[in-house]
């Protein structure tokens, strides 16, 4: 590794927290799928920031409303009303259907948001006992990494050490509808669920799963809530993972690519009913819904759906994954996922297939020690995606 790169890995090594494990590249500019290092040396991005990037690097269009909005304003708080907030909400409903929404930062500040949404719901309207409610979620989730998101997490990894957690969460398999029903009970307020479990190694459950979790859950009075931070937006080929089932959830959390890779912006959606229950200063944030994401998000939305990203995705996905399970290596146990969001499960540590991907101009990160999870952004056009298939046939090649 050239001189450069190296000091400026070891400045972050020495000053900041040792919270991630990045691959042994330094990027210093991007543009549509590509990445450069500081040496000049280009790479094809398919980590895509973990869908915070469906729309590409430093799309135009994103680019010039962030630079227009912050010439003229960036920050209010909610404390007044601001031009570009309405037009968000307008948006954020005309796109999803949906007839409320609360923008936040991070995707994790909305699991927050939807949490307590749906805890009000289950003493407001289920009329749960103070503080019993319980909120089902699903072993191998990932809904981020605060204490409450951790409470609701199976993986030790995330939990050790963080104590004492928070009560109210009961654990079930992905996919195991039988032990989905035996969980619910009168206390039950919500199912909280990733339709295909992104960190978790690109786990997508049996066909017709999301379809009969929502219809347990009506049977049962208790609110579905689909986190489609990472599969939202086209990333898997429909606007959302849900719809692929054409399921609707009662919330619906969304994040990353809702900032256009500009600039954190995250929301829950629900209906005018479910977001009456929160009122003034029972939840919010000082930068939540600033008129610089709300114009950022905006576009945002525009771009997703006038440049039909999720078609996008649905075609160059199928030319990838047909690519990558026509591969003979043993060395590849699954080939899974839909649209851009793909996983492919190895017979040996995926950092080391990663590695060795980079070595070639691509950049693919490991997850769960044998996946490595393939995403580029949704722009990827077809000399990209033949170019992605031919290093990786050569880098599979590579002795664990």
Aim: net charge negative.
């Amino acid at each position: 590794m050239p001189d450069r790169a190296r000091e400026l890995i070891a400045l972050e090594e020495r000053y900041g927290a040792h919270t991630y494990r990045p691959l042994d590249v330094v990027v210093e500019r991007a543009e549509g799928v590509w990445l450069w290092d500081v040496n000049g040396r280009r790479y094809l991005d398919c980590v895509s920031a973990y869908s915070a990037l469906n729309h590409g690097h430093a799309h135009p269009r994103i680019r010039a409303a962030l630079v227009e909005q912050s010439q003229r304003l960036s920050l209010t708080s909610r404390a007044m009303y601001n031009d570009q907030l309405p037009l968000l909400l307008e948006r954020l409903s005309s796109v999803t259907g949906y007839e409320s929404a609360l923008p936040m930062n991070t995707g994790v500040e909305a699991v927050e948001t939807a949490i307590k949404l749906a805890r009000r719901w289950g003493y407001e309207v289920k009329n749960i006992p103070a503080d019993r409610a319980e909120i089902v979620v699903f072993d191998n989730n990932f809904h981020g990494r605060t204490i409450t998101a951790i409470s609701a997490s199976s993986t030790e990894q995330y939990r050790s050490g963080f104590g004492p957690l928070l009560p109210g969460f009961v654990f079930v398999p992905f996919g195991d509808l039988g032990a989905l029903e035996r969980a619910l009970s009168p206390r039950t307020c919500a199912v909280l669920i990733e339709p295909i479990q992104g960190e978790g190694g690109v786990v997508v459950p049996p066909e017709g799963f999301l379809a009969d979790a929502a219809r347990v859950c009506r049977e049962h009075n208790v609110l579905f809530v689909a986190d489609e931070i990472q599969t939202g937006l086209g990333r898997t080929g429909d606007l959302f993972a849900c719809d692929h089932e054409r399921v609707r959830p009662d919330i619906l959390i969304v994040g990353k690519a809702l900032g256009g890779g500009y600039y954190p912006v995250s929301a829950v959606l629900a209906s005018r009913a479910l977001m009456e229950l929160f009122g003034a200063g029972d939840h919010g944030s000082t930068f939540g819904g600033n008129p610089l994401a709300a114009a950022v998000a905006r576009t945002a939305l525009d771009v997703t759906v006038e440049e039909d990203l999720p078609g996008r995705a649905r075609s160059a996905g199928e030319t990838i994954l047909s690519g990558l399970r026509a591969m003979p290596s043993p060395r590849i146990k699954e080939v899974r996922g839909r649209g851009l969001l793909i996983g492919v499960e190895l017979d040996m540590p995926a950092r080391t297939l990663a590695d060795a991907l980079l070595a070639r101009g691509i950049v693919a990160k490991d997850t769960h020690e044998r996946v490595l999870r393939i995403a580029p952004p949704l722009v990827i056009d077809n000399e990209a995606t033949a170019l992605l298939l031919d290093r990786f046939a050569d880098a599979i090649l590579v002795p664990a």
